[in-house]
């Protein structure tokens, strides 16, 4: 099978990636995370402009307010919101909540609300495990608590519990939680402890009904973490190439160097070898195809393989700068080592594809 995108999804993304370039550049992340200024990083006009794209209902039904697209329009967005290391959850927004909600029944109205205030949203309370998905939310006295929520200051939270042995999934508004910040080396996620009360109004489903969309949230999420991948490595592999040009030792530039030229060549080929496995991922779960587990497990794995391996070659070659706080490249390996760890790391991913082609064959 021949496999490409079309004319409209190249110039639909190239549109957005010059949003992107425009409104999410260093300098604004410096404001944000460096100066901790986020009204100087340009927060809500930057959402404004992506939601004023339609980027934030992408695969939601037209009669709800989207543009009822699929997951292979917006998958190559995701990597270009990778790219620039955009602080906003996009990709969870559109991709992830937005992309379950609009198979929930009764959530029509609530959906399409969401999308017409501009709402941010994000997911959690379960960890992923090669056999089964864990869930990570404790209950105390009636008070949830669901820790490593990543964009924790989200609009809309949608949040896993198991109550008396059944799992359920919760849509909370952000006014209803408190939020504990949890330190991490990636301040572009904000992560936090939610706490907050599961009740009537805000259950969604439970027991196996809330199983099937965990599941696929589960699965979206380690799609979406592997499309921010792809954009995090070729962000790093670009800077260190523009860098090694540049930097000289001896009289000459250091990307002269054969070492220097191998190494971003192996990180370029891991990129190479794991760019078509998240798009094949993404056709597989827009076309609802059967192999939805194998083919994100294959692009989560190859996409943190290359993050990690694009992010130790770009420090090495940039040597001491690349350690230093004010320049660019931390932001970038920081999101790519967080997102490499999200929603399973590479080794775990690679156990459930073991486990899943042991089954077929037996």
């Known amino acids: ?31 944000r995370y460096v100066e901790l200024n ?15 794209l339609g980027v934030t209902g992408l695969v939601v039904p037209e009669h709800l307010g989207g543009l009822g697209l699929t997951d292979l329009d917006l998958i190559g967005i995701a990597e270009e919101a990778g790219a620039v290391v955009l602080p906003e959850p996009l990709a969870t927004t559109a991709g992830v909540v937005f992309g379950t909600l609009g198979s929930v029944p009764g959530m029509e109205e609530r959906l399409a609300a969401a999308i017409d205030d501009l709402m941010t949203a994000t997911f959690g309370g379960v960890d992923f495990g090669a056999e089964r998905h864990r869930v990570s939310t404790t209950l105390n006295e009636g008070i949830a608590s669901t820790p490593r929520v990543a964009h924790c200051h989200a609009d809309l939270l949608l949040l896993v519990v198991v109550i008396d042995g059944a799992t359920e999934l919760h849509l909370v508004d952000r006014e209803e939680v408190t939020v504990d910040a949890t330190p991490a080396l990636d301040l572009t996620r904000e992560l936090g402890t939610i706490h907050w009360r599961p009740t009537e109004g805000t259950l969604l489903a439970s027991g196996s009904h809330a199983d099937r969309f965990v599941e696929q949230l589960v699965e979206r999420s380690a799609l979406y973490a592997a499309a921010e991948l792809l954009g995090l490595c070729q962000a790093m592999l670009t800077l260190t190439a523009s860098y090694v040009t540049e930097r000289k030792q001896f009289g000459v530039p250091v990307g002269s160097f054969q070492a220097v030229k191998h190494h971003l060549a192996g990180a370029r080929v891991r990129l190479e070898f794991a760019r078509p496995a998240v798009y094949r991922a993404a056709y597989t779960l827009a076309n609802g195809e059967p192999t939805l587990a194998h083919d994100v497990s294959m692009a989560k794995s190859l996409a943190a393989d290359a993050a990690d391996e694009a992010a130790r070659v770009s420090l090495q070659c940039h040597g001491a700068i690349g350690y230093t706080y004010e320049y660019d490249l931390h932001f970038a390996m920081k999101r790519a080592w967080g997102l490499s760890a999200a929603w399973g790391d590479a080794r775990s991913h690679r156990a459930r594809i073991l486990d899943l082609v042991v089954e077929s064959r037996s």
């Open 1 to 31: 099978m021949r496999f490409s995108f079309t004319d409209e999804q190249l110039a639909f993304r190239s549109a957005v990636a010059d949003v992107l370039s425009d409104w999410c550049t260093p300098a604004d992340l410096h404001a």
């Open 38 to 52: 986020a009204e100087a990083g340009r927060s809500h006009a930057r959402w404004n402009a992506l939601a004023g």
